[in-house]
């Protein structure tokens, strides 16, 4: 049977199988024992007289309370903010509507490094799909809230380039007249087997429906698209804190409601989206005035995304990725904050002064003299992007390309003299190549060298105004497009790297086209390059508005309008 601890008859503690009783310390005065076993150990425990309640009744030390506290406090404080953070994750996660492409636009194709192009199809729909475009909009008092797409009243695919290194934005005109392929919302069941019209209806058939009829049209792999609405566009300009722009005179646009006297204004909410929308108050009146005046909007607008102050205020960067997601609908490879991240950091690397922006070429339809079609220079534009080609220089200065106005002249190869240099470690890699550009025609005073260091990549650097020389000479060795650059210097200069080991024909590059005319890609297209911020929107000097009645300039209805704010007031 086992010993019991607890107290035996009368109080008295039962004797342990040691002798001492229970309790009893050793060298504790008379060695008297406890009465009333463990409840009343704890009595005694409890009372001040004791020696072990003197120990235990010990105060702790006023710093380590402190550091208690301090250390719970903080312990908080971390769950509270991982808690905090995860629901702002799963918040703007929850925000972002994304839509399948089902492979519509076609694919990039990676570099020699694995590196790929980006290629976005960014489209502004029309359509009065909630209380709130109907409001900013319009033409809701008989259809109310109307259901659907809408058309695509601004379109433009953005291309960063492989390397980061620069970006292109081109306009397509919505008047465009095109052929639409065959296609079927997969979110309505709307469906159409094919059509000639005009290119911003597609959208009616779905997002995808749109990316395809612009990758059938320009050739361009297109693997993302983002749409906005209106409320999406006066969402994004009051997430910055507004967008500045200039106008070049008083304008008053009586379609948009844009007014605005000359000069600079900063532009938030509703009139952020009339200086957007306004076809009628910029250039000749028509879609193309308007596209030149969006990209100096967007322009700003990168301007102030990039600028430190709102990058690094965390309130503006909520607002902002708040806003973001609540205003786009994008594919589903962009269906997430860390993908919208990815691609916002993409373009962050782009400097400014590498972004240009472009409005596709168009003509006069022979058919409408309302709309328009695809006009010359367009496909060397169209072939610029599809081939990863800048059109800013490497300092990020206009090239001889984008300043010209007219196509470059095709230079005789025997009018062409290359320094062939071997930036590899096999012998004779720079004869190989030099004779093969003889043996073509090219100047006898074609030589060779070593590179300064070893080349990973092949590179074939011109001088200024020696864009078409590069390009014969590229055409000739079957150099894609990318390999180009153009120098300070003066001359052609090629640099054989490691990605082209044997042979005298580029690898894979026997079928590539030959570089783009970049002259003719900017010819005609009103390019311009984002870090020009003293640009001005050109008000149309003709008679594009009317005001009870009478037709007049932006500027005169700006005039006989004086009791009507202006539209940042």
Not at 452 to 471: C, F, I, R, V
Request: one cysteine or more.
């Amino acid at each position: 049977m086992s010993e019991r601890w607890d107290g035996g008859p009368g109080g008295q503690a039962t004797r342990s199988r040691t002798g001492r009783v229970p309790g009893q310390r050793e060298g504790e005065a008379g060695g008297t024992p406890r009465p009333g076993g463990r409840a009343a150990a704890r009595a005694a425990a409890r009372s001040q007289g004791g020696s072990r309640a003197r120990r235990r009744a010990r105060p702790v030390p006023r710093g380590r309370r402190v550091l208690k506290i301090i250390g719970m406090g903080l312990a908080l404080l971390v769950l509270g903010t991982a808690g905090a953070g995860w629901w702002f994750y799963q918040h703007l996660n929850g925000n972002i509507n994304s839509v399948s492409l089902d492979g519509k636009g076609g694919s990039e194709k990676a570099d020699a490094f694995g590196r790929t192009p980006i290629n976005i199809l960014v489209m502004g729909s029309d359509g009065r799909t909630s209380k709130a475009d109907c409001k900013l909009g319009g033409g809701c008092s008989q259809t109310g809230v109307q259901t659907g797409n809408g058309n695509a009243d601004v379109q433009m695919v953005v291309h960063i380039s492989a390397d980061r290194s620069n970006a292109t934005v081109m306009s397509i005109p919505r008047d465009t007249m095109v052929d639409i392929p065959a296609c079927k919302d997969s979110a309505s069941g709307q469906s159409t087997s094919g059509y000639y019209g005009q290119i911003n209806g597609a959208l009616r058939y779905g997002p995808a429906c749109q990316v395809a009829t612009i990758h059938q049209l320009t050739g361009i792999p297109i693997d993302h698209f983002v749409k906005l609405d209106f409320s999406g566009v006066v969402k994004m300009s009051d997430a910055v804190g507004g967008v500045s722009v200039c106008v070049n005179n008083n304008v008053y646009d009586t379609y948009s409601h844009l007014k605005l006297s000359s000069g600079s204004h900063t532009l938030k909410g509703k009139a952020a989206l009339e200086f957007v929308r306004s076809r009628h108050g910029f250039g000749n009146g028509s879609d193309l005035g308007r596209t030149v005046s969006q990209h100096i909007f967007l322009s700003a607008m990168i301007r102030k995304f990039k600028s430190a102050g709102t990058l690094t205020n965390p309130t503006a960067v909520y607002g902002l990725a708040d806003a973001a997601t609540k205003a786009l609908t994008v594919d589903d490879g962009l269906g997430s904050v860390k993908k919208l991240i990815g691609l916002a950091a993409d373009v962050n690397k782009v400097p400014t002064k590498r972004m240009t922006f472009t409005t596709m070429q168009t003509a006069p339809d022979p058919h409408d003299p309302n709309r328009v079609v695809v006009g010359a220079g367009a496909k060397a534009l169209f072939s610029s992007i599809a081939d990863d080609q800048s059109l800013t220089g490497g300092s990020g200065k206009k090239s001889a390309a984008a300043s010209a106005t007219a196509t470059a002249s095709a230079v005789p190869a025997s009018q062409i003299a290359v320094t062939v240099e071997n930036g590899t470690e096999i012998t004779g890699r720079a004869s190989d190549i030099a004779k093969a550009l003889t043996g073509q025609g090219f100047s006898s005073a074609t030589t060779t060298a070593n590179a300064p260091s070893p080349a990973t990549t092949t590179t074939l650097t011109y001088g200024t105004g020696q864009k078409a020389e590069a390009q014969t000479t590229a055409k000739a060795l079957g150099l894609p497009t990318s390999h180009l650059d153009e120098g300070t210097g003066s001359g052609l200069t090629l640099v054989i790297g490691n990605d082209w080991t044997r042979g005298t024909t580029f690898p894979g590059g026997s079928s590539s086209p030959a570089p783009a005319d970049t002259k003719a890609a900017v010819s005609n297209a009103q390019a311009q390059t984002a870090d020009e911020a003293k640009t001005c929107a050109k008000v149309s000097p003709f008679k594009t508005v009317s005001l009870n009645g009478v037709a007049m300039t932006p500027a005169q209805a700006y005039a006989a309008s004086p009791d009507k704010k202006d539209s940042d007031e």
